[in-house]
């Protein structure tokens, strides 16, 4: 029966694979009471021990069945894989095997079919896999019945779940809700969800259906103009926190819709909710900027200075003065006629840190840090020897007080420090830091510039006739640019 497949010709692969096969621990293996015993933690332990290790030394098939038949009483489930294996390996270590006998086999085969049914899975599955690496048929009775076995064993299945009928709107959420539809858009399906009415769908459908043409930069008109027609018709149902949402992908997209009150029906929903949510009405605010439809009421309140004393003590000031900061560059480059408020001169800061953050990084720079003995920085910067622009935190951006030059209490004339890093201070020197109509620093202004100096702090004035000369972030960046190079300073790639 297994002649011609247990030959050396025909079975080399699998019995090499065999010959690598783990060898089978009778503690680990087999569902008897002695299968969960270590070696020697049982009064019969050692004869199980000792007929282990006569299969592991048989040096024939017969002898491998000689042992198993004639020791029926300390037979487990986990010597039978031990058998196989060392089958296996007579097999398979020599270069021409023993013959085996057809009745041999057989009998080892009727041994393990007779007390499968005994074995535990994991045995069931070691026997298995043996048998099918020593080329016994798929369709023989020993492969068949250990698969057999196997099965029993294994958890029945549950029964599918009854599927909900989806209906519209339905259908579309749970499409757009699914990780591998999002992960892999398609377009053909996407356009056929056009076809839903608008009745059918709600706020969160939407949102979800504009986000994903945003992400995915589909430009499918007749899904925008359907997202447009469905902001129109629900306007008083909608907050501006869900309006960013649903405005994002047209502004992205650079696509104004045909919907004739889509703006109308943006402005009145600004007017009602811009005091509400602050960073959903710059965000879109920003949505239109791309779309160079800016409406001018909306302009007047988010640069008003109620508006911008509102969001100082909100979590998101920090991104909506960045975004007011582009709308301000909008406004000066592509609105010539706007005759409303703009953005306080006394942002100068917030615009200066954008750029700072565009050009070096946030991590390369320290804004409105307070050195000793007591004197604030606009902007501070850490600078090695060679001019490259250090990341603050790996620095001190402190130096030493008092000098280490001279006693404490006395002055220092010039600026002494151990530290191999310099620091530089951009100092803001804003309209009212001067005396009126005059270029003469007030008092405190100038006091404070000459003790940085004189601590060993490198300071580069920003004079405000300056800073509003510069039309626009891009232009602020390349102001900057000539600033700290004028220094020697390096950052990015080039500057370490």
Excluded at 238 to 245: A, E, G, H, T
Excluded at 362 to 389: H, I, K, M, N, W
Aim: include cysteine; proline fraction near 10%; aromatic fraction near 6%.
């Amino acid at each position: 029966m297994l002649r011609v497949l247990l030959s050396a010709q025909a079975s080399a692969a699998r019995l090499s694979g065999l010959l690598l096969f783990p060898p089978v621990q009778p503690f680990c293996l087999g569902s008897s009471k002695w299968g969960d015993r270590p070696p020697g933690g049982a009064p019969h332990a050692a004869p199980v021990q000792g007929l282990q290790r006569l299969l592991e030394q048989a040096r024939s098939p017969g002898e491998l069945l000689r042992w198993l038949g004639q020791n029926p009483t300390k037979v487990r489930a986990h010597h039978y894989p031990v058998a196989l294996r060392r089958l296996g390996q007579l097999l398979g270590s020599q270069p021409r095997p023993p013959p085996v006998e057809q009745a041999t086999l057989q009998d080892l085969s009727q041994l393990i079919i007779r007390h499968c049914p005994s074995f535990d899975v994991h045995t069931i599955h070691t026997c298995l896999h043996l048998a099918v690496l020593l080329g016994f048929p798929s369709d023989g009775p020993l492969v068949c019945a250990l698969q057999r076995e196997r099965r029993l064993r294994l958890p029945p299945k549950p029964p599918p779940p009854l599927q909900p009928v989806l209906r519209g709107g339905q259908r579309l959420e749970a499409a757009l809700s699914c990780p591998h539809f999002l992960q892999h858009p398609q377009q053909r399906l996407i356009r056929s969800l056009a076809e839903a009415r608008p009745e059918e769908l709600t706020p969160h459908v939407m949102v979800l259906l504009a986000q994903h043409l945003a992400r995915h930069r589909l430009r499918e008109p007749r899904l925008l103009e359907a997202i447009a027609h469905f902001l129109v018709v629900q306007e008083g149902q909608l907050n501006s926190k869900v309006v960013q949402k649903l405005v994002l992908p047209f502004g992205r997209l650079n696509y104004f819709p045909l919907e004739q009150q889509f703006m109308p029906c943006l402005e009145r929903i600004l007017a009602r909710e811009a005091g509400v949510a602050p960073l959903a009405t710059v965000n879109i605010l920003m949505s239109l900027c791309q779309l160079q439809c800016l409406p001018f009421r909306a302009l007047h309140f988010v640069f008003s200075p109620g508006f911008i004393s509102h969001i100082s003590g909100t979590p998101h000031a920090l991104i909506v003065r960045r975004y007011l900061s582009l709308l301000d560059t909008a406004v000066e480059l592509e609105l010539p006629g706007y005759r409303g408020p703009r953005l306080p001169q006394r942002l100068h800061k917030d615009i200066v840190a954008e750029g700072l953050r565009q050009l070096l990084g946030e991590e390369r720079y320290r804004q409105d840090l307070t050195v000793p003995p007591g004197y604030c920085t606009d902007f501070l910067l850490c600078v090695s020897s060679s001019g490259a622009v250090l990341p603050v935190r790996t620095q001190d951006p402190f130096l030493p007080y008092p000098p280490r030059s001279c006693p404490q209490g006395q002055a220092a004339s010039q600026p002494t420090t151990q530290d191999a890093a310099q620091r530089v201070v951009l100092m803001l020197r804003e309209r009212w830091h001067f005396c009126r109509d005059s270029r003469v620093l007030l008092g405190s202004r100038a006091l404070r510039e000459r003790h940085l100096g004189l601590l060993g702090y490198q300071l580069l004035p920003l004079p405000f006739e300056e800073l509003e000369s510069q039309r626009g972030l891009p232009q602020l960046k390349s102001y900057l640019r000539q600033k700290l190079q004028a220094l020697g300073l390096r950052w990015g790639p080039e500057g370490g």
